[in-house]
Nanobody
Framework: QVRLVESGGGSVQAGGALRLSCKVSRGDMSRYCMGWFRQAPGKEREGVASVQSDGTINYADSVKGRFTISEENTENIMSLQMNSLKPEDTAMYYC????????????????WGKGTLVTVFS
């Protein structure tokens, strides 16, 4: 069984910071891409940040310079440090992995966590 469990969401004032963590119990499965996605009410799910197995890191333009993704592979943890949060960052945040390829688009991800809610108020 492979499980992804997010934590670290909460409510924070604009300009503040949160750190999300995703604990991955992957067994012996490969992780070609690990990423964070979010979905706000009335919006499509969008990619936030991802790390490919070749080391490539991807960020959405909207979070570039503010968010940092990291993979702590010895602990099977993927983190998302979110700084300078804005109200438009409010969303349910999900972690996901692709176990077959390095494609990191939402539709390519194979396993998903249940999400952690981030609310940013001004």
């Amino acid at each position: 069984q492979v499980r992804l469990v997010e934590s670290g969401g909460g409510s924070v004032q604009a300009g503040g910071a949160l750190r999300l963590s995703c604990k991955v119990s992957r067994g012996d499965m490969s992780r070609y891409c690990m990423g964070w996605f979010r979905q706000a009410p009335g919006k499509e799910r969008e990619g936030v940040a991802s790390v490919q197995s070749d080391g490539t890191i991807n960020y959405a333009d909207s979070v570039k310079g503010r968010f940092t993704i990291s993979e702590e592979n010895t602990e099977n943890i993927m983190s998302l440090q979110m700084n300078s949060l804005k109200p438009e960052d409010t969303a349910m945040y999900y972690c996901a992995i692709n176990i077959f390829s390095q494609h990191c688009a939402s539709a390519s991800m194979d396993l998903w966590g249940k999400g952690t809610l981030v609310t940013v108020f001004s």
